[in-house]
């Protein structure tokens, strides 16, 4: 490790870690956050935690009734997050600020009845029903690049906040 690596660990990039797991965030490796990924170095999703957590804050009240959202529906908001860049950076993060602010209203039937219903991705009313991640680090593969990510945070299972360091 060069010198300037290992005073950037001792700097910022240990202090960063501790603060947020301070803050409650849970910490996982890099090869949880793998693992998470389903090893594919493409995609920033943690999409077995967002599954979970979208479950966990989405049930539709109808007619007196709670309902989960119907499996197609929950893979349907997270396939939906998983923006392809092909547009640019700025339409990619326009669609994922209006997803993440505003939800979706995926269509169900309950009872022989189809009506849309909301789905949110965080808890704005209740922050503390959100769950919040951070990794060490991680790489991030784009079509004819690589970065490493540090002190990458999660929230929901989402991307949140990453600091790069160059390659």
Known sequence: MAASEFLEDLVSHLPALQVL????YQY?????????????????????ILDQQLRKLNQIQYKGQTVPFSDANIKSAIDDLDVP??????KANETVHELLTLG??????????K??????????KNPANNVFHVTDEYEVERKGSHQHCRSASKGSGLFDVRIDRPS
């Open 21 to 24: 797991c301070n803050l409650g």
């Open 28 to 48: 996982l490796t890099p090869a949880e956050v793998n693992a998470l990924r389903d090893h594919r170095k493409g995609s920033v999703l943690l999409k077995p």
């Open 85 to 90: 860049l092909n547009d640019g950076f700025i």
């Open 104 to 113: 979706v209203a995926p269509s169900q039937t309950i009872d022989g009845d």
């Open 115 to 124: 009506r849309s219903f909301s789905l949110q991705y965080i808890d704005w």
